[in-house]
């Protein structure tokens, strides 16, 4: 079983829309939980960085963890087309200049 | 904030060839940087960690020898992969930051023919 699950889509969206995006982890000891935006050919710029178990929310981003369902979710409201991009998540048993495990990626559409 | 840079941002070799790929902290000093490859519609894999003054640290699978890691002071590290070959195109990304926060930099595309 992989460290990390994620269902790389792809996934298309009309303007507007509530956008879910999830992953799994099946290591108990990960503790931060990170979503990460890459746009195509750039690097990935950090979204959303949680450590406990509830609800962050960031403007129209709003991450979600379950410890005890090894679950994470990213949620984005009012989707726009400049979401398109890839989204990961991230995990890492330590906070700071630790260790990521990433996601593999779930591809976002957002269609005018 | 801080910003790691990547140079180049794309290279092209023939295959044989050695490219180096630098990675520089522009506004703190980065004593662990860390270096990912990508696959085209994959994630980012981990190859090694680079720590400043010391040898790296490479993930199992990824050869030492053929991806070799300087990371001499505490505003650059290296990436030069030796003798490439077509398999080694991909996106080489490297991440460094402070324990507050973490970079990516901006991405190296390398294409070897």
């Known amino acids: 079983q992989k460290e990390v699950e994620q269902d790389p889509g792809p996934l298309s969206v009309p303007e507007g829309a509530i956008v879910s995006l999830n992953c799994t982890y099946s290591?108990?000891?990960?503790?931060?939980f990170m979503w990460y935006r890459q746009y195509s050919r750039k690097g990935p710029e950090l979204l959303m960085y949680?450590?406990?178990?509830g609800n962050k929310e960031d403007g129209r981003f709003t991450a979600q963890v379950d410890k005890s369902s090894k679950y994470i979710s990213l949620f984005i409201r009012d989707s726009q087309p400049s979401d398109s991009a890839t989204y990961l998540c991230?995990?890492?048993?330590?906070?700071?200049?630790?260790?990521?495990?990433f996601g593999k990626g779930t591809k976002l559409t957002v269609n005018p | 904030g801080a910003v790691v840079s990547q140079h180049p941002s794309w290279v092209i070799c023939k295959s044989g060839t050695s490219v180096k790929i630098e990675c520089r902290s522009l506004d703190f000093q980065a004593t662990t940087m860390f270096w990912y490859r990508q696959f085209p519609k994959q994630s980012l894999m981990l190859m090694a960690t680079s720590n400043e003054g010391s040898k790296a640290t490479y993930e199992q699978g990824v050869e030492k020898d053929k991806f070799l890691i300087n990371h001499a002071s505490l505003t650059l590290s290296t990436l030069t992969v030796t003798s490439a070959h077509p398999e080694d195109s991909s996106f080489y990304i490297c991440r460094s930051g402070t324990e507050d926060e973490q970079f990516f930099g901006p991405g190296t595309r390398l294409t070897v023919l």
């Open positions: 290591n108990s000891a990960f503790q931060y």
């Open positions: 991230a995990i890492s048993t330590q906070g700071g200049s630790e260790k990521l495990v």
């Open positions: 949680t450590y406990s178990s």
